[in-house]
């Protein structure tokens, strides 16, 4: 079971930047930050595998945003950033850190690939 606690969210103008940062209580296979807005369905926005390092980041933000993992301890803890930049309005919504163990067949761009969620931090750009 993998805890995690997101933080870094907030307000800012067009243009601007953030970083979120997902505080996670082990290691993960597949790890990401996901968008949702009301209405519609929640979108991986930046994924990483942890074999070997492989980002995915989606093409609504490529160039703008970076996903990023560190270790803090030695027993598995690490934390997961999402650095955003040049922020436009469509960005606004709750993201969400997830983390999910290895699946045969199911990539870790897919929805399914995660079991384990944050409770989301909201994002505002106007």
């Known amino acids: 079971h993998v805890q995690l606690v997101e933080s870094g969210g907030g307000s800012v103008q067009t243009g601007g930047s953030l970083e979120l940062s997902c505080t996670a209580s082990g290691y993960a296979y597949c790890m990401a930050w996901f968008r949702q807005v009301p209405g519609k369905e929640r979108e991986g926005i930046a994924v990483l595998n942890n074999r070997g390092g492989r980002t995915t980041i989606a093409d609504s933000v490529k160039g703008r945003f970076t996903i990023a993992r560190e270790n803090t301890d030695d027993s598995g803890g690490n934390t997961l950033s999402l650095v955003m930049e040049n922020l436009k309005p469509e960005d606004t919504g709750m993201y969400y850190c997830?983390?999910?163990?290895?699946?045969?067949?199911?990539?870790?761009?897919?929805?399914?690939?995660?079991?384990?969620w944050g409770r989301g931090t909201q994002v505002t750009v106007s």
């Open positions: 997830a983390a999910g163990e290895r699946r045969l067949g199911v990539p870790c761009t897919a929805l399914a690939a995660y079991g384990y």
